[in-house]
């Protein structure tokens, strides 16, 4: 059933999930409003393949009976005005190949506009997500691709995660992510790995798998991540790193990633500071002799002043008594 680009409006009939040979079930890019729960309540499994239902104002949550197929195996709900968690149920549909659930909450229909500076567009969601990505998600056998961008998802990835060995596309960015990336993910080989606009730290491992090499592309930039950056992400093609993180570098020999935006204008993190402690660390006592030796000849200076005015004051006075 493919109703995708109709301009629809209404709630999503809860009499489809019933369709007992139905498979493909495609929404995306209307204008349909309510939730999920009342189409997705039957615990039986269903039947659906394919289902796509981004880009609407569905609001409400995730409900778990939706993915109580082991059938299913693509999912996509960006962009419409979800609220609440991620469900675990997802490790249900092991048969997954592609998850996309990019901005859950983002429609135009759930934002509060500010018009605080003219020209500047920016908004407030009306609706939150909270919590993180349940870890058994990344390990789903089949699973390609998963996108869980721009979510405001926080908290850490266990670091003892499982990356399974059939995704090659991972996008997590605009999330409020913090800790390390985990070793599992660093070691992973991907065509395409995203953690940009998080709160990652730490460092990127040295012994971290090179990405496929054709059209690989590796994004980490505005995060906290700092130390050395690994050799074999020098040559990467399709790379953002550098911006809004310290990494270290010789200032002199410039071992960064070439083909990175930010390659020309970057000022090295860790080495820069370090350098910075250094130079002063030996100005410093230059500049208190220098104001001591200052000092000293100001006192001098000041106490020659005041033994010439003494001189002064007394021959007026000498000269008064003679007069």
């Known amino acids: 059933l493919r109703l995708n680009y109709n301009h629809l409006r209404g709630t999503i009939p809860a009499a489809l999930a019933k369709l007992p040979k139905l498979q493909t079930l495609f929404l995306h890019q209307n204008h349909l409003a309510g939730g999920l729960s009342h189409v997705f309540v039957d615990p039986e499994p269903h039947t659906l393949v394919h ?36 469900p675990s149920e997802i490790c249900i549909a092991e048969h997954l190949v592609a998850l996309s659930i990019d901005g859950l ?20 969601l009306k609706n939150q997500f909270v919590g993180g990505i349940p870890a058994c998600i990344f390990n789903l056998p089949h ?19 499982v990356v399974s060995p059939s995704l090659v596309n991972l996008s997590i960015s605009n999330n409020k992510f913090s800790g390390s990336i985990p070793l599992a993910i660093q070691q992973h080989r991907f065509t395409n790995l995203d953690v940009s606009y998080n709160k990652f730290s730490g460092t990127l491992v040295a ?11 590796f994004y980490a930039q505005r995060n906290r991540l700092s130390g050395d950056i690994p050799a074999h992400l020098m040559d990467t093609r399709n790379i953002s790193i550098l911006d809004g993180n310290l990494f270290a570098c010789d200032m002199l020999t410039r071992r960064l990633p070439r083909h990175d935006p930010k390659y020309a204008s970057y000022n090295c993190g860790s080495n820069e500071v370090n350098l910075s402690l250094l130079v002063w660390a030996w ?41």
């Open 51 to 86: 289902v796509d239902v981004s880009n609407n104002q569905l609001t409400g949550t995730l409900p778990p009976a939706l993915f109580n197929s082991t059938a299913m195996q693509s999912f996509a709900a960006s962009s419409n005005c979800f609220s609440g968690s991620i």
């Open 105 to 124: 909450a983002t429609a135009s229909h759930c934002r509060d506009n500010i018009q605080a500076i003219p020209g500047l567009q920016s908004f407030l």
């Open 143 to 161: 699973l390609q691709s998963l996108h869980v961008s721009g979510n405001e998802l926080s908290g850490t990835l266990e670091a003892t995660l």
């Open 207 to 217: 012994q971290a798998a090179p990405m496929l090499p054709t059209n690989a592309s």
């Open 283 to 323: 100005l410093w006592p230059v500049f208190v002799g220098c104001v001591f030796v200052t000092y000293q000849a100001a006192q001098r200076s000041w106490a020659k002043i005041q033994q010439r005015a003494a001189r002064l004051a007394q021959q007026e006075h000498d000269f008064q008594q003679e007069a």
